[in-house]
Nanobody, 121 residues
Framework: VQVAESGGGSVQAGGSLRLSCAAS????????MAWFRQAPGKEREGVAG???????TYADSVKGRFGISKDNAKNILYLQMNSLTPEDTAMYYC????????????????WGQGTQVTVSL
């Protein structure tokens, strides 16, 4: 199974973007799907995760600004990003894990190639 992100781009501070992530197999239904990001020179960090039962977690840095959701009918994961700041500039990755939904990238089994988000002043 492969997952692929789309929707990145460049935006000014205060703007919004919506990322999407689709799996290559329609029947793919992992326990957890999540968004991570990695800025240059920094470690990959968890942004948001959603369990198959709908439970959601967010990193403190994005609470109130980002929203993760999943369209189960289309099997597409979304990340709505609002009130973006330059600190949100990073490569954003979609990931899936069959075992847990921890914000630890080492535990995830499936990764997309990433989509770049750049926020300018």
């Amino acid at each position: 199974v492969q997952v692929a992100e789309s929707g990145g781009g460049s935006v000014q501070a205060g703007g919004s973007l919506r990322l999407s992530c689709a799996a290559s197999e329609y029947t793919f239904n992992p326990l957890c799907m999540a968004w991570f990001r990695q800025a240059p020179g920094k470690e990959r960090e968890g942004v948001a995760g959603i369990l198959s039962d709908g439970d959601i977690t967010y990193a403190d840095s994005v609470k109130g600004r980002f929203g993760i959701s999943k369209d189960n009918a289309k099997n597409i994961l979304y990340l709505q990003m609002n009130s973006l700041t330059p600190e949100d500039t990073a490569m954003y990755y979609c990931a899936a894990d069959q075992k847990s939904c921890r914000p630890d990238p080492a535990t995830y089994d499936y990764w997309g190639q990433g989509t770049q988000v750049t926020v300018s002043l």
